[in-house]
């Protein structure tokens, strides 16, 4: 698995959250406990969860193009930055849902996220 993989792997990831907040937004409300008490949803947050969409669309186009844009040392530097750095904030504010019963432990986006963030680092750290 090279870098070039990585990135395109973590692309499709982005994607496949777009396509569920499209397509299948019941998948990550219910995911992450956002049901309404009838077990519903709520309008209002599948409106929010198209709209915050079009970033993470963005993040996975990134994810794409990056090892065709950058080369060298510099593919590993945006890898820290991309895969761990903003992995790891991703973590943080899942974590932090968590602890304070905001949200539920979503095992689809943590545990994919924080294997980004090892294979990421490994592959960023290694030398070729």
Partial sequence: ??????????????????????LFPQVPAESFGFLMADGTLNPDLVTFGQAASIPIL???AISWMAPSWVSGEHIKKLGMLM?????ILFIAVQL?????????????G?????V???LFFWKCRASD
Avoid at 83 to 87: A, E, K, L, S
Avoid at 96 to 108: E, G, I, K, S, V
Avoid at 110 to 114: E, F, L, S, V
Wanted: proline share 2%; aromatic share 24%; glycine share 4%.
């Fill in 110 to 114: 943590m545990i994919a996220t924080a």
């Fill in 96 to 108: 932090y849902h968590q602890f304070t019963d905001a949200a539920n432990f979503d095992p689809f």
């Fill in 58 to 60: 963005a993040l996975g």
């Fill in 1 to 22: 698995m090279t870098l070039t993989h990585l990135f395109k792997a973590q692309a499709i990831f982005a994607w496949i959250w777009v396509a569920m907040f499209w």
């Fill in 83 to 87: 895969g761990v750095y903003i992995n």
């Fill in 116 to 118: 980004f963030v090892v």
